[in-house]
């Protein structure tokens, strides 16, 4: 039944994903609200909201990376504000280093950092990081 779960999440993600990076949903791009559930289902949108938004997020977030703004990234998709040197990341960039720092190995870089994010939340996570990678291309 989890496995059914996360089958679900993820064909709902990649659902959502192909939706954004055609069309530009009307009301979602207020900074003022928690991580937007447009870009990832409810499930993700709660995970990253209890164990990453409280980093990443304002007008300086960690690792350039603001989980609760939406904008329009290079290629006209929406995505996360993600920004290196004053300069908006592709979305693809962005869920490239999401996989990156989910599957580190190394301590000083993987995310979340000392997170209590462990078995199906992990997997959770990883698995709609990873489907976003395959509906996306690098542009």
């Keep these: 039944m989890k496995y059914l779960n996360v089958l679900i999440g993820s064909t709902v993600c990649l659902s959502l994903l192909t939706y954004c ?12 609200s928690p991580v937007p559930p447009t ?6 949108t709660a995970l990253l909201q209890a164990h990453c938004a409280g980093c990443h997020h ?3 977030p960690g690792g350039g990376l603001d989980l609760t703004r939406i904008v329009e990234t290079p290629g006209g998709r929406l995505g996360f504000a993600h920004s290196l040197r004053g ?12 996989y990156d720092r989910l599957t580190s190995t190394d301590p000083r870089r993987r995310m979340p950092p000392d997170s209590h994010l462990k078995g199906a ?3 959770l996570l ?14």
């Design 39 to 44: 870009l990832a289902p409810a499930p993700v």
């Design 87 to 98: 300069r908006q990341l592709s979305t693809y960039t962005t869920f490239a280093t999401l």
């Design 121 to 123: 939340d992990l997997e």
């Design 21 to 32: 990076a055609v069309t530009k949903p009307a009301g979602i791009l207020d900074p003022a």
């Design 58 to 60: 304002g007008t300086s």
């Design 126 to 139: 990883f698995l709609w990081v990873e489907s976003a990678l395959a509906a996306l291309s690098p542009e």
